[in-house]
């Protein structure tokens, strides 16, 4: 799947994975959005598509009480700098939000004055880290969209900020919620044995292979193994990857990446009762769900524990491509990354 592919992707699910018709933004019931003190969420980067489809989620009034009550009330536009194609994008996105309601900022810290809780959707993971730590300094809740970072020690330094200053937050792939990966971790198969997840997995020359496109897919395969896996090894070509880790328990997971023909998200789990295949993409309603409920209660639905490992696990690939697929152990890329996050000083 190529960047076109991947931008029909998004305005596929945009518009199906949540259900809306295009009758809405061109009808102009996203004006007079809510502005409840409490409620009121802030959104910074508007390069992707995500942030309108959250945007339109969150802000429609058809919606009830399914977020919680919580609306998107002022967005910060400004996004990544190198990656053009997302970048020529963000006129177009802030005009989309613009029109559902919401006030369009000059800064992150103007953003902060209107808000109580923050969307980090920028598609950018370089710019993560910039970004979230005068949300997370201003003490407010956050959800980071993925990829949550570039770089393993970018990830490590935000997670010890929102422990600096006592801040909740998370970052999930919205593939966590995939038909029966809930049923399967509460033991519909019993123990899960091993399992095999796949994804399309899109390169992009500013982010780590995996980090880019298929961290979706690895998410799957944690939601499914859980954390603990020691080893990586990876197989690279030019339109496939095939990634193995080794769980502590000598358990066995592994990713599959597409990059040429049907791109598609799923797994088959193996477990000691049953071998199950995961269902449908149900698109951004349930992670939506899961941010607005954080949000309410301020207790993380992912553990930046699991977040961490997700991403050591797609550095150890990519460490592993580069030494011709050798086996490379995780805490040898944690150790670096926390020897370089060490050096971020948070004040």
């Not at 004055?113 to 993971?125: R, T």
């Not at 770089?151 to 330094?157: F, G, I, K, P, R």
């Amino acid at each position: 799947m190529n960047h076109s592919d991947r931008r029909n992707f998004i305005k596929k699910t945009t518009i199906a994975g949540l259900g809306l018709g295009l009758a809405g933004s061109a009808s102009g019931i996203y004006e007079n959005t809510d502005k409840k003190k409490g409620k009121r969420v802030g959104m910074i980067g508007l390069d992707t598509g995500h942030s309108v489809a959250f945007t339109k989620a969150l802000n429609d009034p058809s919606a009830g009480d399914k977020y919680g009550g919580y609306k998107v009330v002022a967005a910060y536009p400004k996004g990544t700098d190198d990656i053009e194609e997302w970048k020529n994008r963000i006129p177009e996105f802030t005009e989309e939000v613009k029109s559902q309601g919401v006030e369009i900022v000059n800064s992150i810290e103007e953003m902060l004055k209107e808000i109580d809780v923050v969307l980090l959707s920028c598609i950018d993971g370089n710019k993560h880290l910039e970004q979230a730590l005068p949300v997370l300094k201003a003490g407010k809740p956050l959800f980071i969209d993925k990829p949550f970072a570039a770089s393993l020690s970018d990830a490590y330094s935000i997670v010890e900020a929102a422990k600096h200053y006592n801040v909740p937050m998370f970052s999930s792939s919205s593939l966590r919620y995939i038909d029966g990966a809930k049923e399967i971790a509460e033991g519909t198969i019993g123990k899960v044995i091993g399992a095999e997840a796949y994804s399309p997995a899109h390169i992009e020359e500013h982010h780590p292979d995996l980090f880019w496109y298929g961290v979706h897919g690895v998410e799957i395969l944690f939601t499914i193994m859980g954390t603990g896996c020691k080893s990586v090894k990876r197989t690279f070509t030019e339109n496939t990857d095939f990634v193995v880790g080794v769980w502590e328990d000598n358990r066995i997971g592994s990713y599959r990446g597409i990059r040429e023909g049907k791109g598609s998200y799923g797994g088959t789990v193996f477990g000691e009762d049953g071998i199950s295949v995961l269902g449908k993409y149900q698109g951004y309603t349930p992670l939506l769900e899961k941010i607005t409920e954080f949000f309410n209660t301020g207790i993380p639905p992912v553990s930046s524990n699991e977040t961490l490992e997700i991403f050591a696990f797609m550095q150890a690939a990519e460490e592993s491509k580069q030494q011709g697929g050798i086996s490379i152990d995780i805490e040898s890329v944690v150790q670096k990354a926390k020897t370089a996050a060490s050096k971020n000083r948070i004040t």
